[in-house]
Every structure is written in C-alpha cells, then in structure tokens.
C-alpha cells in the first residue's frame, strides 16, 4: 500500500532563493510526525510547499499522496484530496460569516451539498468541544477575533473537514496555558476519531503531551538534519538545537 504522503529529494525556491534542499518526508495512514528546527530553518516552507502555496517553486523532486503525483496541482486540489494547512497567522476573511465559509469549504471537498440542520448539528457540536461561544459561527471569518479564537478557528475547520493529513503550522504560537489545551483537545480529537495523520510545525512541546508521537524531524537551514522518534522531541526540550546546527554546519 501506498504511503499518504512521499516527499521525494525537494528541493523549494522563492525568486531566485533557495529554502529547501533535498527534503525527503515519508507520512504513513494514521500517523502523527512533529517538524521542529530553529526559527528560518524552513518548517513553514515545507508546510505551504506540501499544500501547494504558488508562493513557493519547486525546482526538483516531487510530492506524491496517496500515490499520486502533486507537485504541480494547485492547492485547492490538494485540499480536495484531503490536505489541510492551518495557518501560523490565520487570515481575515470581510463579508463571510465563519458558517458561511465552512459549510462551502465542507461541499468542496466532499463535493456533495450538505444538508443544513445536518452541517449546524455537527458544527454547534464541534463548536462546544472547543469551548467556542456560538456567536462566532455568525461573526465575519477571524475579523475581530483574538490571537486564540483564530487558532480555535482553525482547529474547528480541521475538525469539520476531517482532512487525511493535516498540516498544523505553529498553531499553538501565541496561545495562553487555557487555549494550548483547548487546541490540543481539537487535535487529540481528530486523531481519535477520523484516523487521519498530522504533521505537527511546533516549538511548544506542551500541544504533543496528549498525541502518540511517531517520527520526528529536525530541519536546520532547509535540510533535514535527524530524523527520529518522540525521544528527538525530549532531546529538543533539553538540549535545544545547537547539535543539529553543527551537525549542518
């Protein structure tokens, strides 16, 4: 069986910049990975590569999911084949509601309308588990809302889309102790109930205390400097970066 996601010698520019060198990334069905590196290694890169940014060329290599070739689609058909990225700084969307906005992404990707009592139920549902107020599903998307409501925002679209691998780029940045744990019940939520894999950008290792940790990966300077299991992620917490980046240097 094919792996969810193979990412093949990449090699990403921007203009005439290269930002990763090489990259080879094997995701597996139900599996959580962490990415972790020093600020400007290139995790983000790699993320809104993975989704298909336009920002972002890839020069060599290739992206294959589910055993398809996708390094050239663009992002909305990623998304349509069940990638997701949430956003480190999640964007202000004027004149659509957050309801209006997930019921259309919801038909997107399934490509079946959705009946609206039926998208309400799930959506009041999935609203409660994150501890967010009702009256954000009728508010304009993320204008207004604060640093944590936009992230709970973002974990509430994972959780109505039930992507087959989602990409959380650094989405307990910014976070107080109360909304790092209503973040992480949304994530423990989408591994247990839709079986679906995470590549987890992070430099808070509080979000992974309730996640099974497979592999882990360390980027340094757009180059994969380790890879290895939840033991990296201790490694990291104690000892920081400083081996790796000698490693490369």
């Keep these: 069986m094919a792996s969810l996601l193979k990412v093949e010698d990449l090699n990403v520019t921007v203009g005439q910049t290269e930002l990763l060198h090489g990259i080879d990334l094997l995701i597996d069905q139900n ?22 940014s336009p920002e972002y060329t890839v020069t060599n290599g290739r992206i294959l999911f589910n055993g398809d070739d996708i390094t050239h689609q663009t992002a909305d058909k990623r998304a349509k084949k069940g990638i997701f990225l949430s956003f480190q700084t999640p964007v202000e969307i004027p ?20 009946k609206l009592w039926d998208f309400r139920k799930k959506l009041k549902a999935t609203m409660q588990l994150l501890e967010m107020d009702e009256e954000y599903a009728e508010r304009e998307l993320n204008v207004g809302f604060s640093g944590g409501e936009k992230k709970k925002a973002e974990i509430l679209q994972l ?46 290792v509080k979000i992974l205390d309730s996640l099974s940790v497979d592999k882990t990966h360390i980027l340094v300077s757009g180059s994969i400097a380790e890879n290895g299991g939840s033991e990296l992620v201790a490694d990291v917490l104690q000892n920081g970066f400083e081996r790796f980046i000698n490693k490369e240097s």
């Design 31 to 52: 599996e959580t990975h962490v990415l972790m590196g020093p600020n400007g290694a290139g995790k983000s890169t790699l993320g809104s590569a993975i989704m298909g």
């Design 95 to 114: 004149g659509i509601t957050m309801t209006e906005f997930l019921r259309n992404a919801c038909e997107q990707v399934s490509g079946k309308r959705m």
């Design 159 to 204: 959780l109505m889309l039930s992507p087959r691998l989602a990409i959380l780029d650094e989405t307990d940045s910014g976070l107080d102790v109360d909304a790092v744990r209503t973040v992480s019940k949304g994530i423990e939520e989408f591994r247990r109930t839709t079986g679906g894999s995470l590549l987890v950008i992070t430099h808070n």
